[in-house]
């Protein structure tokens, strides 16, 4: 009998090593927060209000009334577009391990992606479900293309546009998201060692050390490259410096960028990944920079122009969104009031003197905007993220500390992810709008343009009278 007692303890005492075997197994396996998880989705529809209705609208109120229509369904089209490709592949090539410059095809059409799916956020140990992943990161590859169309407004065949937004889409969003944003997940960076065989399959900018926080990059210098080079071979619209183009309506430009305000909430403070105070340092950054860039572009205009207007208000809020994307997460509240003062000023040159020396009729402005708001963004992160300014620095993850701060250092990494996305999405942009223009003709016929592309491109009109 004592034997038989013996055995059984045995047994208990096996079984319990077992179960809490299981349970330390169980902890290690992260699971997501429903709080992460639900500012997630938020966010991902925040991001989808910037693109429809909000830049449809701030774009469909600067053209001329013939082309209200024509901007609002080539927005609407290239988002519906984009958010197609990239479930078919986008996400594949631009956020799995394949080499420094693309992906692999592994979550072609999202393969093996299930509600128990998780990604990395920044913080070891934290997850979120890959599906809400996925879409929060295909708002930013349906918007980004959609930001190049009003640099080409009013004068492009609506085939001409999808075809060239499915090129650029492949060859340069795909690409440059995968340089700057994929890495392997804190929770891969365990020691030195680790640390080097993680990085080493990280993008080739995420090696060079380059931070982009939300976008001024992948998003904003992507585009506007895209869309100057478009507006020189695209060429000049019909009658452009002879004939009044002035905006037609902006009350809907208005709208549209107080929609992108609001939804850029979720573009910036989303793109933290979790609902941290990291997340609300973001959500403050931008806000900050939005109002200080605003009042700065209306308060020089003004001064250099006699009167404040409408339209620069709501430029100058957009320019400090820009400016804010690469540095919301890096930087101090501080550093977001001069950034955003400094993008208001600097952005009103852009479409003004700059856009005058470069003798492209960019329409609707894209790179005076985005483009030199990117660049300037991109850049005076590298300087504001310093904790000696304000700013949060760099996280190690092998030392689970901040890293010590060089501005030297990061600034070198900053002009090397400037400079590889000026130079990759020039290249594919030219190559690409040259291959629809054999194949299919960028411009609509002279008396197409003339009637307006709402009614020779459409067969509709934004208003009756």
């Known amino acids: 009998m004592k034997k038989l007692h013996i055995f059984l303890f045995a047994l208990f005492v096996l079984a319990l090593v077992d179960t809490l075997a299981g349970t330390a ?30 830049l449809a609208l701030f774009y469909g109120g600067l053209v001329r009334t013939k082309n209200m229509l024509s901007l609002l369904m080539q927005v609407f089209t290239v988002f519906s577009l984009c958010m197609v490709l990239w479930v078919i592949y986008g996400y594949s090539l631009a956020f799995t391990e394949g080499n420094a410059f693309f992906g692999g095809f592994t979550r072609i059409f999202l393969k093996g992606i299930t509600v128990d799916s998780v990604a990395a956020t920044f913080s070891k140990g934290v997850v979120i479900p890959e599906m809400i992943y996925v879409f929060f990161q295909a708002t930013f590859a349906a918007i980004t293309p959609a930001l190049i169309l009003g640099a080409f407004a009013e004068r ?12 650029w889409f492949t060859f340069a969003y795909l690409p440059i998201a995968h340089m700057v944003w ?27 050390g380059a931070i982009d926080f939300a976008g001024g990059t992948v998003v ?46 979720g ?33 020089a205009e003004w001064m250099l122009k006699g009167k404040p207007s409408m ?3 709501a430029s100058g809020a957009v320019a400090g969104l820009v400016a804010i994307t690469p540095a919301c997460g890096f930087i101090g509240i501080g550093g977001a009031l001069v950034l955003g003062l400094l993008a208001g000023v600097i952005c009103l040159w852009g479409v003004n ?32 993220a310093n904790p000696d300014l304000g700013g949060v620095g760099v996280y190690d993850y092998v030392a689970n500390k901040v890293a010590d701060y060089s501005t030297m250092d990061q600034m070198i990494s900053q002009l090397w992810a400037v400079g590889t996305t000026i130079l990759w999405s020039g290249l594919v942009s030219v190559i690409a709008y040259k291959l629809v223009d054999l194949v299919i003709g960028l411009r609509v016929t002279v008396d197409e343009e003339r009637e307006g592309l709402d009614t020779s491109s459409h067969g509709e009109s934004a208003y009756k009278y």
């Open 220 to 265: 904003h210098i992507n585009a506007a490259i895209a869309g100057l080079i478009g507006a020189f071979m695209v060429g000049k619209r019909v009658g452009y410096g002879k004939e009044s183009m002035a905006p037609h309506s902006l009350t809907m430009t208005m709208i549209g960028a107080s929609l992108l305000w609001v939804g850029w909430f």
């Open 311 to 313: 339209l620069g208000a």
């Open 156 to 167: 492009m065949k609506f085939s001409a546009v999808l075809a060239f937004i499915a090129l």
């Open 25 to 54: 197994f169980a902890a290690d396996a992260p699971v997501p927060n429903k709080g992460d998880t639900s500012w997630m989705i938020v966010a991902t529809v925040l991001v989808s209000l910037m693109s429809i209705p909000g």
């Open 182 to 208: 994929f890495w392997a997940g804190p929770d891969a960076y365990t020691d030195a060692d680790a640390a080097i065989k993680a990085g080493a399959t990280a993008g080739f900018l995420f090696q060079k």
């Open 267 to 299: 573009f910036n403070a989303g793109s933290n990944l979790e609902a941290t105070g990291a997340a609300a340092l973001a959500f403050g950054n931008t806000m900050t920079a939005t109002a200080a860039a605003a009042l700065s572009w209306l308060f």
């Open 353 to 384: 003197g700059l856009k005058r020396l470069l003798g492209a009729d960019d329409a609707l402005d894209v790179f005076g905007v985005h483009g030199v708001g990117g660049i300037l963004g991109a850049l005076m992160t590298g300087v504001l």
